[in-house]
């Protein structure tokens, strides 16, 4: 398993990602209020950069008596990232597309030492 060195883990502020390569292989490490994630930056739908597209909440219908419709709302409890080809949505904690929770993004360990930000690939 390789370690791969991302850089102070305070370079990436809380909301925001790099994208780093190791050889050929392009990984999004996210700051998600001060945990660290990391997947890789292609897409299981049709291989688009997943980890460069939008940040948001996940989306709920609410909903009624007898079906009505009352609107959407967010759901502060779970994070999205948005493939930017697409729109297939990507649960920040797993990896998991939104949708259809049997479709993955592949995802790595992260490992914070001293400060430091590491990737294990
Ligand atoms: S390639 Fe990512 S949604 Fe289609």
């Not at 649960?91 to 992260?110: H, I, N, P, Q």
Request: net charge negative; aromatic share 12%.
């Amino acid at each position: 398993m390789a370690e791969i060195h991302v850089g102070r883990a305070d370079s990436i502020a809380s909301g925001e990602r790099a994208i780093i390569t190791h050889g050929d292989v392009e990984i999004g490490v996210f700051n998600w209020e001060g945990e660290f994630f990391a997947y890789r930056n292609h897409c299981p739908h049709q291989g688009g950069p997943a980890c460069e597209g939008l940040l948001m909440h996940r989306v709920l219908e609410v909903m009624g008596e007898h079906n009505t419709y009352h609107g959407m709302k967010w759901d502060k409890g779970e994070m999205h990232f948005v493939c930017p080809w697409h729109g297939w949505e990507f649960d920040m904690r797993t990896g998991e597309c939104a949708a259809d929770r049997t479709w993955k993004v592949r995802s790595y360990k992260t490992e914070l030492r001293d400060g430091e930000l590491y990737v294990l690939a």
